[in-house]
């Protein structure tokens, strides 16, 4: 078993997890504005990878983008990994391949605690895509756990490049985002992205 073969039930049963969907997590959060060379970036890139449709293109053209703008605004102090093994308890099925790995650590030759953002490409069902992300943050809880980081909340995401979906995960306790966003809100996308980035996460906001 790998990252790829939990669903949202699956991994909910096999790491006792309890899900809460009916909370919008960051609609106290403030925007962040995009540099001008994302936006040029993206304004350039959407139509092409739109026309293309496929996983490989969004990729390319619009995610991976937008983190390196995201690791550009962390002033290179994170680190980001794209198309990496991340074999943490293959014994459990937390084995397999991430799209992007985010860690609040400068070491980018290989992944250094604390991983604190883990992000799927999806081409087309962001929901089918959930289960898969949510095992990875799993995964990068335990991670994080055996170097005693002391992080407390993991972020995780499943985007096509243009719609972006958010889970948090805090001990056993997961939040699905109730709001999807869009690549026009590309500044609370990246505000989103840069929380747990930062030394001291700010706390989520409950509605």
């Known amino acids: 078993m790998a990252y790829s073969d939990f669903t949202l039930a699956t ?3 096999a790491f006792d997890l309890a899900i809460d969907e009916q909370r919008s997590l960051f609609a106290g959060l403030a925007g962040m504005p995009p540099s001008t060379r994302l936006q040029r970036d993206l304004d350039d890139n ?6 293309i449709n496929s996983e490989k293109a969004r990729s390319e053209f619009l995610i991976a983008p937008i983190l390196a703008e995201v690791r550009r605004q962390a002033d290179g102090s994170v680190s980001l990994f794209s198309g990496i093994e991340f074999n943490v308890a293959p014994e459990k099925g937390l084995k397999g391949f991430c799209d992007y790995i985010l860690s609040r650590s400068p070491e980018q030759y290989y992944i250094t605690a604390p991983v604190t953002v883990i992000v799927e490409a999806k081409n087309e069902n962001i929901i089918a895509g959930l289960g898969q ?3 990875a943050m799993v995964a990068a809880q335990i991670f994080n756990q055996r170097a005693e980081t002391g992080v407390a909340t993991i972020y995780g995401a499943v985007t096509t490049g243009t719609n972006w979906k958010f889970i948090t995960l805090t001990d056993a306790q997961v939040a699905i985002d109730l709001d999807e966003y869009y ?15 930062r ?3 700010v706390l989520l906001r409950r509605s």
């Open 11 to 13: 991994v909910r049963s």
């Open 46 to 51: 959407r139509p092409l990878a739109i026309a």
């Open 133 to 135: 992300c949510l095992a």
């Open 183 to 197: 690549i026009n809100q590309i500044d609370k996308i990246l505000a989103i992205l840069m929380q747990p980035l």
């Open 199 to 201: 030394p001291e996460p």
